[in-house]
């Protein structure tokens, strides 16, 4: 099979992060028993999403590790001009909701596959498909592990996040909160009696934005200073509560995203805000011992900080013949397989100002390059 037939069928799978993928899995299963390769599944904790693992060549340390996932994001409320499950070509370009983040990289490691069994592969190729990045890089931190025991130790991580073929060494980490502020209904009139769960929240949300002109304030580290911006951030951009103007809230939801430069220490930055929802949370509770503020942490996804002399980075680097500094804001997981111990970077086709989008694409000469790219990794296992 071409990589191009590989993304139609890798496309063809709806694989949103709220569903299950182990169709998919499935399909690559057999696809790579058809090669004559084995690979090794990780379930996630509901037994409905899988991560797959495998080993091509001889089983000795060293390899190249490409990964990438599995998982899309949704397409409800956009508009397509195709059908989001089918890659249609129009204007050099594959469209379909994958094509770009990520499929189209899942698909290059997968035809590398035949392409690396007839060669005499001194070291191995691997390949890891992880489920549920879209939604918090959740599933790469339950498969590395297993990856590590079972197999030998790639020298060089390559995740395939589009990034134009660039090699992208740095990436800010991050984590949030979803918040339940729960308040105390009342006539507004009496508001004095009654806890208004919006505006505890807007106090929460607003120490937010002090946060972010202190964290701001401060003179960049020379990692922060690659960053634009050049330092940590913390957002909310949903929130939602009440049900009349003249009721004080008695629940607000909201969620509090960071984005934090790597070497920042999250946890540190996940306490401050636990110790302010307590400060909060107690001022509530003199009004009325009811009120309280529930708060569910999310998977911490470290940052990827850029490595001194990293295999990965040499490379890359040395095949795409790019050599300038690229970090980036958003997060993947080639940090988790750095926290991990493996030397990784970010480095695939297409551009990620395609990715979530309606009309998502990769456009063919992206897909093209990142053929190449994978043939020449193949090349390299052989010296
Ligand atoms: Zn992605």
């Known amino acids: 099979m071409t990589a191009r037939e590989i993304l139609e069928r890798l496309v063809a799978f709806p694989t949103v992060s709220r569903d299950s993928n182990l169709a998919l899995i499935d399909w690559v299963e057999d696809y790579l028993a058809s090669h004559g390769v084995s690979a090794h599944r990780v379930y996630d904790p509901t037994g409905q999403k899988a991560s797959l693992f495998a080993n091509i060549g001889p089983e000795v340390a060293g390899g190249t590790l490409l990964s990438g996932h599995t998982d899309v994001v949704p397409v409800d409320g956009q508009d397509w001009a195709s059908d989001p499950w089918v890659v249609t070509e129009r204007d050099g370009r594959l469209y379909g909701r994958g094509t770009c983040d990520m499929k189209g990289f899942d698909a290059l490691a ?83 009696r009654g806890v208004s769960a919006v505006m505890w929240a807007a106090r929460l949300i607003d120490w937010g934005n002090q946060e972010n002109e202190r964290l701001w304030a401060e003179t960049p580290s020379d990692l922060a200073a690659l960053f ?29 995203g960071y984005r934090v430069v790597p070497g920042e220490d999250i946890e540190a930055h996940m306490a401050r805000f636990r110790a302010k929802v307590a400060e909060l949370e107690a001022q509530m509770q003199a009004i ?96």
């Open 110 to 192: 997968l035809a590398a596959v035949p392409l690396a069994l007839e060669r005499d592969l001194k070291r191995p190729l691997q390949i890891v498909l992880t489920h549920d990045e879209e939604v918090g890089c959740i599933g790469a931190p339950l498969v590395i592990p297993h990856v590590l025991k079972t197999l030998p130790k790639a020298a060089a991580v390559i995740v395939g996040e589009p990034s134009m073929m660039d090699c992208v060494t740095g990436h800010k980490g991050g984590t949030g909160f979803k918040v339940h502020v729960r308040g105390v209904e009342i006539h507004s009139s009496m508001m004095h």
């Open 228 to 256: 634009d911006p050049p330092f940590t951030t913390l957002h909310t951009g949903m929130i939602q509560g009440g049900t009349a103007h003249n009721i004080t809230a008695g629940d607000c939801w909201f969620d509090f």
């Open 288 to 383: 009325h011992p009811d009120a309280r503020i529930e708060v569910e942490g999310r998977w911490p996804v470290p940052g990827l900080k850029p490595e001194t002399d990293g295999a990965a980075e040499t490379l890359a680097r040395s095949i795409t013949g790019d050599n300038g500094r690229h970090v980036v804001s958003y997060g993947t997981e080639a940090g988790q397989f750095q926290e991990a111990g493996y030397s990784a970077v970010v480095c695939g086709p297409g551009s990620i100002d395609q990715a979530h989008q309606p009309d998502e694409y990769i456009a063919l000469d992206q897909f093209a390059r990142g053929e190449a790219f994978v043939r020449r990794v193949v090349d390299r296992l052989c010296d």
